[in-house]
């Protein structure tokens, strides 16, 4: 009689490449979506909560409880950036478990940790440099822009020209760090399960963030409005609207980086 199976091998963690799977065919270079996607992506978020809704708010809480105790720790709270990409990876591993209809578990929170946890972190790396080097850059021509707008006042009574230039450096800053969020959240599941680098994870995420501005215009603006109305209820609704918002963006990633089936 042959066994097959080896009760003292030590587990090994499933390695999938779904470029070209049951899920629909990979796009390497992303694609672009209309705007209304930007509801169904928070759509399919709402779905994937109702899968396991005490799980869910479960890994919410744990998620935020070691951001928040990691950033409250002086010369440490740098690494909450490190750490972010590793969680959404474990995310994104208990996204891709639901779609297989294993179901999410609290432990998939954790399981970026033995999954390319290098890469992750190498991802977090990046982006918190990138977003060093877009701080100071922004800062820079906030400063150069004020300037010239406060010199102005004196010729401008109203201060007018002044207020716009506060308004037109927001809507900037807004511009450039919200492609960045987005790239942070669609890295860790391409650097999974497509094998990418961590740079080309980042680079890829930030093309596709910018070439479909319109949806996550649309998302965003949702997610606005859902932020107001989660914080009624003493913040109380914040823990549906955090897991649902996990899910949101793996259910964006589906959508910009898989053709239609």
Known sequence: MQIDENPYKAPS??????????????????????????????????????????????IAVAFMAVMLIVGMIPFLNVAANLLIPVFIGGI????????????????????????????????????????????????????????????????????????????????????????????????????????????QAIRTGILVALRNLLPFLVYGLLVLVAAVLASLPLLLGWLVLLPVLYASLYAAYRDLFFADR
């Not at 694609?31 to 779905?47: F, I, K, T």
């Not at 080097?133 to 822009?145: F, K, M, N």
């Open 92 to 199: 994104s591993i208990g996204c891709r478990a639901i779609e297989e209809g294993e179901g999410i578990r609290f432990e998939h929170l954790f399981a970026g940790f033995s999954r390319q946890p290098g890469g992750l972190l190498m991802v977090g790396l990046l982006y918190l440099l990138t977003l060093l080097v877009v701080a100071v850059v922004l800062g820079i021509v906030a400063t150069v822009t004020g300037v010239a707008a406060l010199a102005t006042i004196a010729h401008d009574s109203a201060g007018n020209t002044a207020v716009w230039a506060i308004v037109v450096s927001f809507l900037v800053m807004i511009l450039v760090f919200a492609p960045l969020a987005m790239a942070v959240w669609l890295a860790p599941p391409l650097l999974l399960f497509h094998e990418l680098s961590a740079y």
């Open 13 to 58: 963690a499933r390695l999938y490449d779904y470029s070209d799977s049951s899920f629909g065919t990979f796009l390497p270079e992303g694609r672009l979506v209309p705007a209304g996607c930007g509801y169904r992506w928070l759509l399919r978020g709402w779905e994937m909560f109702r899968t396991a809704p005490g799980t869910w708010i479960g």
